[in-house]
């Protein structure tokens, strides 16, 4: 029972956090919060387990959320079947691409898959202009109808499908860290060649990652899809690349809370600071270089080991009980 | 250079395992390794040794598919293996344990050796244990507290899942203190029974111990090949050093 609550305890007080926040906080801001922190996990997996650093992932994003759009607006109605379509538009982009990109080395992976999404956005805006409809979007909100068990068309139950569709990806991100495959990511990050030496294909390992951090964006941007009603290639800017970094370190890379923790106050100091500044992208720009000069540890990385301290203090039994490991 | 034994069939103790032809390494313009010929019989222990510089790492990594050489041919088990994948060599049941004793740090030596049981589909641990007794107490230590002797017996231990065919080890002795050396080299005593080793060595006492056949590597060239067994424990190959 112990060790459950120390292994699960602060991610069910996030989430519980998130549920009481849900009535005190505007629920837009909320979904945002679930929905980015969705994304930013898909990321996190990328960067803190695989060591891929991506800013191309608004492309990834974009996909599902065009995947969802696309079916909404010219094949069904269905918005579960409208998730599926556009996870597996994420699924199959990002196993082709994969299969070239995941072989360039750390800074040419960063920047091809910028190249990717600038491609992506092109397509969205002028290349498949005739079924995205460029600039003007996919408005498919009216076409959308009840699906089973919840209707998402309600945004109370939209924010409780988002809201369990966020702690199953965490629940998943989580069962990886514990498998084999989870131990080889890490241990790939910190040094492929040694991996190599133990027989792993090393480059299998990184697109299976590659594959499954871009399905867990595409459902991001099919939460988005279905969120909004509405999608333009907006999503895919380049200028939107950087965000779901900063979310990343400014959480903590390779933490389990750092992505959620990551969108709460990053969005939150969007939020806010627009309210009074209109240059707000200057302050929070800065108030992130402050956070970025703590390194990949991040918020949950700082702050965690502090709280951890404090809760050993107050309760030294249990820190005795578990003893120290070496 | 020294006197070149040219070897003959009935040199060898058993069938060569593994051959490597007339081998050519570069580093972009600098060329590292001069037609290097070796092989070694099944169940053999074969020393290479060299001073510093001299092409014994790069012989080792060209082997284990980490480098590509220009040319020449590395064959084992009958089998051309220039140009496959690191991965693929290593399930072919050809092992290259490096020199930086690098085992990983942030798991512990449960979860290293379950990463090689996985890759292996081999989760017989009890040869593990059976070579190094040490690592039963050790288990849920993370590589990073390991000192160097253990971390040693720990890819070892790794490379033994899997039951390779030949384990070619890069200077395994490298800043142990003596008495981790003797047990490392009763292990190899042990372990020849079971397998090829190719030990590149610089501890010339340990290779003295327990090799078969000897290279002597100077300037990227095999410069002598011993296969007189009292030469090597007698360490009258040291000439060939000098």
Known sequence: MTKLLKEYGSIVLIFVAVLILRF??????IMDVL??????????????????????????????????ALYLSYVGTNPYVGILAGVLVGIVVSMLVGVFLVRLSSSYFTLANLAFCAIVFFLFQKGLVSITRGDTGLWYLARMTKGALLDLKNPNDLFIFVFAVAVLVWVFFRYIDTTVYGACCLAGKV????????GYNTFRIKWLGFVIANA???????LYAIYFGFVSPGLTELTRAAEVVIVGLLGGVGTLLGPLVGAFVYIGMKDLISKFIMYWELVVGLLLVLVMLAGERGIVGTLGPLVNRLMRRRAPGLAGAEGRKP | MGDITIRTEKNMAGNP???????????????????????????????VVGRNGAGKTTLMKTIGGFLKPSSGRVVFKGQDIVGLRSFEIV????????QDKGVFSDLTVMENLQLSSYAMKDYDWDKVIHYFPKLKQLMNRKGAYLSGGERQMLMIGRAILGKPDVLLLDEPTEGLSPSVVQDLARTFNELKETMTLVLVEQN???VAEVADRLYIIREGKICAEITDTNEIRTLAFEKHLL
């Open chain 1, 24 to 29: 005190i906080l505007p629920r837009p801001f």
């Open chain 2, 17 to 47: 395992i593994l051959e490597v032809k007339n081998l050519n390494v570069s580093y972009g313009q600098s060329r590292v390794l001069f037609d290097v010929s070796l092989e070694a019989a099944e169940r053999e222990v074969v020393g």
């Open chain 1, 191 to 198: 040094n492929e060649p040694k991996l190599q030496f133990l």
């Open chain 1, 35 to 68: 929905i980015f922190g969705v994304y930013a996990m898909a990321f996190n997996f990328l960067m803190g387990h695989l060591g891929l650093v991506s800013f191309g992932q608004p492309a990834y994003l974009g996909l599902g959320a065009y995947g969802t």
């Open chain 2, 91 to 98: 399930r072919k049941g050809l092992k290259y344990i490096p």
């Open chain 2, 204 to 206: 010339l006492s340990v």
């Open chain 1, 216 to 222: 867990v964006a595409a459902l991001a941007g099919s």
